[in-house]
């Protein structure tokens, strides 16, 4: 009913930049809470960043800058300097209501876009 379809990443330098977007796409009523989330082998996913339908934000990493354009119901992740510790794959999250019925709020989770930092 909903995809989260994300783009952006790839292999990088370290003290290089990406951005990341997160297009949400199907029978959608309206897009509220946004974010990134990333997993690297061996370790629990984590918040980077989210960002509410007003335009809150809230970081996990600070070195990064989360953004959004509801129109497009679209959100951007912009990271700078990165570090080889940022290697993971990166998911989009979303709550998300659809046009159906009572319109009710689901949580929903892009399919991952890989992010290696290595010279």
């Known amino acids: 009913q909903v995809q989260l379809v994300e783009s952006g990443g790839g292999l990088v330098q370290p003290g290089g930049s990406l951005r990341l977007s997160c297009a949400a796409s199907?029978?959608?009523?309206?897009?509220?809470?946004m974010g990134w989330y990333r997993q690297a082998p061996g370790k629990q996913r984590e918040l980077v960043a989210s960002?509410?339908?007003?335009g809150i934000t809230n970081y996990g990493e600070s070195r990064f800058t989360i953004s959004r354009d509801n129109a497009k119901n679209t959100v951007f992740l912009q990271m700078n300097s990165l570090k080889p510790e940022d290697t993971a794959v990166y998911y989009c999250?979303?709550?998300?209501?659809?046009?159906?019925?009572?319109?009710?709020?689901?949580?929903?989770w892009g399919q991952g876009t890989k992010v290696t930092v290595s010279s």
């Open positions: 999250h979303a709550v998300v209501s659809t046009n159906d019925g009572f319109r009710l709020s689901r949580v929903y």
């Open positions: 199907g029978n959608i009523f309206r897009v509220y809470d």
């Open positions: 960002i509410t339908n007003a």
